[in-house]
């Protein structure tokens, strides 16, 4: 894989083997340097279309987020969206479901989120847990009060990639862009990052036994999340693969395709009628008279 972005997109109707899929590419960038040099760029650009986005108020954006622990979800969060205006930008985590979530369908909690037009949301795990962490732990469904047969294991899962699939394709017929990423990170990485949170203090609040605990599972979370990619990445609503070994270079493939989303929308801000413009030159005659204050 080349480090082209594009190169990272599931299309629809691949087979995706994440064994064939790099964790590590090329890096876009030379040194740390211009790493930083590319990501205000692009954070200054994001920031502008963010404020067009607002301004137009016919689109929403909504980034997914999932991967394995230590992948980087949180970082590559906190620094391509460094330059977001926090007025139009939400981010949910969603971690085991409530008592009050599990009275309702599995899309509840997340569809409540859902940002509105003009904003973006991001969402650091989402509605696909259920497709990942419940079939790799295929015992918590027993916990989730579902009617007899809807846990029949040869289709409660390809049900439920239908319903994801005709909840995205709504979300985009509607005006909300959907792009999911899912940081694919290797074992060997995955365990230096866990001994580093062992090792400075600082970081020994982000570590626990269950994050050791579901290693075990690692080659069934692979196989979980193949096929969630081959079963719910769609034209419309993407799967992107980030190489994820490499944090700073993951962070602005990140950065690039949610660019290219936000170009690709017919965005642009609210034409003044003469009216109005008549007004405003008006009000700018009156301020113009007003002078500055005098002492």
Not at 232 to 251: G, Q
Request: some cysteine; overall charge neutral; aromatic content about 10%.
């Amino acid at each position: 894989m080349t480090n082209d972005h594009n190169n990272c997109r599931v299309r629809e109707g691949d087979t995706v083997k994440l064994s064939e899929w790099p964790t590590l590419i090329e890096p876009v960038y030379k040194s740390k340097k211009q790493y930083h040099k590319l990501l205000r760029k692009q954070i200054r650009e994001l920031s502008d279309l963010q404020n067009m986005l607002y301004a137009h108020n016919r689109h929403s954006v909504l980034l997914i987020f999932q991967a394995m622990d230590a992948a980087g979800k949180d970082g590559a969060i906190r620094h391509v969206m460094s330059g977001i205006n926090p007025h139009g930008c939400q981010v949910f985590s969603f971690k085991q479901p409530s008592a009050t979530e599990l009275d309702h369908d599995f899309l509840w909690r997340t569809t409540k989120c859902l940002p509105e037009r003009g904003r973006i949301g991001i969402f650091n795990r989402s509605y696909y847990e259920e497709v990942l962490v419940v079939k790799v732990h295929p015992e918590i469904l027993l916990h989730q009060r579902l009617p007899e047969g809807v846990t029949d294991p040869e289709a409660v899962w390809s049900h439920r990639y239908r319903s994801i699939v005709d909840l995205e394709k709504h979300l985009h017929a509607n005006g909300t862009r959907v792009i999911k990423f899912f940081l694919h990170l290797s074992e060997e990485e995955q365990r230096q990052r866990f001994l580093s949170r062992i090792d400075k203090p600082e970081k020994n609040w982000k570590f626990s036994q269950a994050d050791v605990k579901e290693r075990k599972y690692w080659k069934n979370y692979m196989h979980a999340y193949e096929d969630c990619l081959n079963a719910t990445s769609t034209e419309d609503s993407p799967w992107y693969v980030i190489p994820a070994d490499d944090k700073r270079n993951a962070r602005l493939l990140i950065s690039r395709v949610i660019l290219d989303t936000f170009r690709s929308l017919d965005m642009h801000y609210p034409q003044v009628d003469d009216k109005r413009r008549e007004e405003l030159l008006s009000i700018r005659e009156q301020l113009m008279v007003e002078g500055p204050d005098e002492e």
